[in-house]
């Protein structure tokens, strides 16, 4: 099994920065891609960005120059580098990842709990 943690998330002004940080933890468990999701009060979860092992990355067009996706893969952790934050990206925030699991290597898909980003204006 693998856990997921996310910390950073917090209030801040319009026009602030804020980083998330999404720390992997179990045993026998390699990460593949791993991406960011929000889901604000009364909408869809929405895919925010994305990167694959070999630092690949893809974002929303909605926070594409403002948002930067990276990885430390010795520490298994994700990170996401908030700028220029906008009263629409108030949401929860979730970190979403696939590792291969186990002796078998199965690829599994793992969710963390979420962390509130919370912008005002």
């Known amino acids: 099994q693998v856990q997921l943690v996310e910390s950073g998330g917090g209030l801040v002004q319009a026009g602030g920065s804020l980083r998330l940080s999404c720390a992997a933890s179990g045993s026998r468990f390699t990460m593949n891609a791993m991406r960011w999701y929000r889901q604000a009060p009364g909408k869809q979860r929405e895919l925010v960005a994305a990167?694959?092992?070999?630092?690949?990355?893809n974002y929303a067009d909605s926070v594409k120059g403002r948002f930067t996706i990276s990885r430390d893969n010795a520490k298994n952790t994700v990170y996401l580098q908030m700028n220029s934050l906008k009263p629409e990206d108030t949401a929860v925030y979730y970190c979403?990842?696939?590792?291969?699991?186990?002796?078998?290597?199965?690829?599994?898909?793992?969710w963390g709990q979420g962390t509130q980003v919370t912008v005002s204006s």
């Open positions: 979403n990842a696939d590792a291969y699991v186990g002796p078998a290597a199965y690829l599994r898909n793992y």
């Open positions: 990167i694959s092992t070999g630092g690949s990355t």
